[in-house]
């Protein structure tokens, strides 16, 4: 594994409570990137939203098929529709790619292998599709992928389905793909605690990502307060 670039500072981890507006997200991930210098340090964010369906930038509105009482918010990542609800583990990467020395190939690699070493830890054989990113086991998508760069810098990420409700995949086409099933990490008989993925799942990134965590001062839990608030 490559070392971290020395100029690198410390990457922030942020564990966010509760459920956080997908609006409220987006719009502090677009501050946050449009106010950061040469010296802020990259950020991983892990969350989860309430349920909403998100139309990427190369969206097809044809693969909405039916939203019922389900938000819809047209967002500026890349990639088709998805859906995000509780129970799924997102994870958004504030990277600058210069200072990491990564492009945005490698990071979308590096969150597909982190998945895919998570499943595979709990016995789960999971893979990666070049032509359609995210993560798949036996056919099924178990993580969906969109980024964004803005100043050379990443935002939005992953979608990790560990324990939820996958009803609301059926009103759209997942990823712009018609019929494509979902699974979760719960349903393949991996982890249901979203807060022990997501602790698992950032020691597996950030090395990925050439990042080093930053040290979590004495006493501290480790849990941000709501972003944007």
Known sequence: ???????????????????????TSVAAMREFTAAR??????????????????????????????AGDISVVQTDRGGQVTYHGPGQLVAYVLVDLQRAQLGVRQVVSALEDAVIA???????????????????????????IGLRVR?????????????MDLAPFAGINPCGHSGLPVTSLALLGGPSDL?????????????????????????????SREIGV
């Open 1 to 23: 594994m490559p070392s971290p670039p020395s100029a690198a500072p410390p990457a922030l981890l942020r564990r966010l409570p509760g459920l956080t507006g997908y609006d």
């Open 37 to 66: 210098g040469p010296d802020t340090p990259d950020e991983l964010w892990l969350l989860e939203h309430p349920p909403v369906y998100t139309l990427g930038l190369n969206t097809d509105p044809a693969h909405l098929l039916s």
């Open 118 to 144: 998570l499943a595979a830890r709990h016995g789960i054989s999971a893979s990666a599709r070049r032509e359609a990113p995210g993560v798949y086991v036996a056919g099924s998508k178990l993580a969906s």
């Open 151 to 163: 100043r050379g810098c990443t935002y939005h990420g992953l979608a990790l389905n560990v324990a």
């Open 195 to 223: 807060d022990a993925v997501a602790t698992e799942f950032a020691a597996i990134l950030l090395p990925k990502l050439h990042l080093v965590p930053a040290a979590v001062p004495a006493g501290a839990t480790g849990k």
